[in-house]
């Protein structure tokens, strides 16, 4: 997306497949070890390792466990969370659009909520339907809905 976006020419990205291995005993989590077939099946079910994060929540449970306690130490309401995570939504989108090289998006929040509907934009991604909950406090969409590299780059220009 960096490339496409006109931000950069060239990016090298690089990822591990963490499932694949396990943590060595003893060893810091990114010493890995061979899995056997069983383990690795098991671990693809909930795409958690258990190193990194809390066993049996999955990856939205260790979003969800550090929404929360930021929540209660901020004494942030449920309301108040939707409401950042739909301005952010909002804004992000906005961003992306203003890149004439944009391609994951073709309309703002506010141009798709009123062709689905809706007569207020905000309630667009509160909704079940289209932003359906994953845990008390993480929607769907809040885990980062795809939009063009270029909002992260045009925001620190």
């Not at 930021?70 to 301005?87: G, K, P, Q």
């Not at 090289?101 to 689905?116: F, H, N």
């Amino acid at each position: 997306m960096a490339v496409a976006s006109g931000a950069y020419d060239c990016v090298l990205s690089t990822a591990v497949n963490i499932n694949t291995c396990v943590p060595k005993p003893g060893f810091p989590p990114q010493d890995r070890g061979e899995l056997d077939n069983d383990a690795l099946w098991a671990s693809i079910v909930t795409g958690v390792d258990a190193a990194y994060m809390a066993p049996t929540y999955g990856s939205v449970g260790a979003v969800e466990a550090i929404l929360v306690k930021y929540a209660v130490e901020n004494n942030l309401s449920y309301e108040t969370v939707d409401e950042i995570f739909v301005n952010y939504l909002i804004g992000k989108r906005r961003e992306a659009l203003l890149n004439p090289k944009a391609t994951r998006v073709s309309m703002t929040y506010e141009q798709e909520a009123k062709m689905l509907g809706f007569d207020n934009v905000k309630d667009y991604p509160l909704s079940p339907k289209f932003n359906p909950p994953m845990g008390t406090m993480v929607r769907a969409r809040f885990l980062g809905q795809s939009v063009d590299a270029a909002a992260q780059r045009m925001q620190h220009r």
